[in-house]
């Protein structure tokens, strides 16, 4: 249970339209992004939501970590993307992986703005 959980708001993306509106792109670098900092993936889901009035549909990109997750949430018509990582560091600590990885997929948005957060869950009471 305890472990280190990353949030990032990414505001004024500035990366290719595809990274913002393809699935199956996005899941390959977030597969990359994962295998790259030496975390486990073991499930993953990818998904486009269709368009609206807004503009075009974004994206959800999860991938099940055996460390716990990454979730990236796209929305293109606004230039937008959050990301959210969690590792347990049960077995070992996982803390730097979660680091390099959610700075690789800052990286990967070119992102204007960044509102970053650090939670530390599940310390044990002394």
Known sequence: MQGLHLTADLH????ASAWLLDATLLGVACRDAVQAVG??????LFHTFPATA?????VTATILL???????HTWPEQSAVTLDVYVCNFGADHSAKAQGLIDALIALFM???VQRNALQRGAIPS
Do not use: I
């Not at 807004?54 to 974004?58: A, F, I, T, V, Y």
């Open 12 to 15: 004024r993306c500035r990366c």
């Open 39 to 44: 975390l486990q993936a073991v499930g993953e």
């Open 54 to 58: 807004q503009g075009p549909g974004g």
């Open 66 to 72: 055996a460390e716990s997750h990454l979730c990236v």
């Open 111 to 113: 992102p204007a703005q």
